[in-house]
């Protein structure tokens, strides 16, 4: 395998404080010094100390976002709209030689925020696992832990015979892939070596399995995989897979609609997938994992937008981009406080 420390500058840090359920409080604590007496022999002081406390909103993780609303009126671009290539980028993972190729058999080891702290977080799985490079950077920095990223394109996260598409087009020749299954066993043994309190998987279920396996088959795969990790006090994240968008390039749609971004959107019934859901929050529940659902982070409950905050929610027709993935990194630190709270996964 191969081990690589990167260092990050010039990202925004996005502060996440709080829990989906209560209002955390910040103290600051004042001292405060003041002379009593002064005489030509004795000088008295006497330190006092008062307690601030300021309460800080708590993080929404699911229900109606007003981001989300406010986007979903669907009308024209805000202006100064930013549609170049910083709106619509990649994970920096690729330019970091940080997500394995379909060809690779190892893992690519890449170590992000405090790599000092006591806390580590891995998380592996295919490129819709490196879309979330950004938020969960941000939140090991912001929360100071250690980050190890795994990787790999077209191999996701449950341990289960796929086929890759050849040069990872939509329409591209199917092929078998047992450097995915290879990976797997490779990837797997290098995180039980390295004893995380956390493992995150993050989920694209909409694969084209051998034997033409379906949901159930992926979900048992899911299960694999989370059994694989577990043990040793090690804490499992499963994080549902985004919506899928209308099929369209959504940066080059957003350009060519300005005027009527509702061309670029998708209807929440038809980007989530109610069943798949099921199967993988149950599989997720049988071995004490923590799943959460993140399609409210994208989605009223009728229509899926574009953009969303001022950001390109999708760099391609597919894939999130960096700087929407780092807009929610609020919500998904909070996602993973919740985990670190949660069962040791079995």
Excluded at 206 to 233: C, M
Excluded at 277 to 297: F, G
Excluded at 326 to 335: D, H
């Amino acid at each position: 395998m191969t081990k690589r420390l990167i260092v990050l500058a010039g990202f925004l840090v996005v502060s996440a404080c709080g829990t989906a359920s209560s209002a955390p409080q910040e103290t600051t604590t004042t001292s405060v010094v003041s002379t009593t007496t002064t005489t030509s022999t004795t000088t008295t002081t006497t330190s006092t100390s008062t307690t601030t406390t300021t309460t800080l909103a708590p993080i929404q993780i699911s229900g109606e976002f007003d981001d989300v609303a406010e986007a979903a009126a669907l009308g024209p671009l805000p202006e100064n709209f930013a549609l170049g290539a910083v709106a619509a980028s990649k994970s920096p993972l690729y330019d970091n030689d940080c997500h394995a190729s379909t060809a690779a058999i190892d893992p690519v080891i890449c170590e992000f925020g405090d790599l000092q702290s006591d806390i580590v977080i891995v998380f592996t799985g295919d490129s819709h696992a490196a879309q979330w490079f950004g938020a969960l950077e941000v939140a090991a920095r912001t929360n100071h832990w250690k980050l190890v990223s795994m990787t790999k394109s077209s191999c996701p996260v449950a341990d289960v015979p796929t086929y890759r598409r050849r040069d990872a087009l939509p329409d591209g020749e199917e092929l078998l892939y047992p450097e995915c299954d290879a990976f797997h066993t490779r990837a797997h043994a290098a995180i039980r070596d390295l004893r995380p309190d956390l493992v995150i998987f993050p989920v694209l279920s909409r694969f084209h399995l051998v034997n033409n396996g379906g949901i159930a088959a992926f979900s048992a795969g899911l299960g694999k995989s989370i059994s694989s990790v577990s043990g040793n006090g090690t804490k499992v994240l499963v994080l549902g897979e985004t919506p899928k968008t209308n099929g369209e390039d959504i940066p080059s749609c957003l350009a060519r609609h300005k005027n009527d971004i509702s061309k670029c959107a998708n209807q929440r019934s038809k980007a989530e997938f109610p069943e798949r859901i099921k199967y993988i929050s149950d599989v997720a529940s049988q071995h004490s994992a923590t799943y959460v659902n993140p399609v409210d982070w994208f989605c009223t409950a009728e229509v899926c937008p574009g953009e969303i905050g001022g950001r390109i929610v999708y760099r391609d027709y597919n894939h999130i981009s960096d700087q929407f993935s780092r807009y929610r990194a609020p919500q998904v630190s909070e996602a993973i406080k919740l985990a670190l709270a949660g069962s040791d996964a079995t």
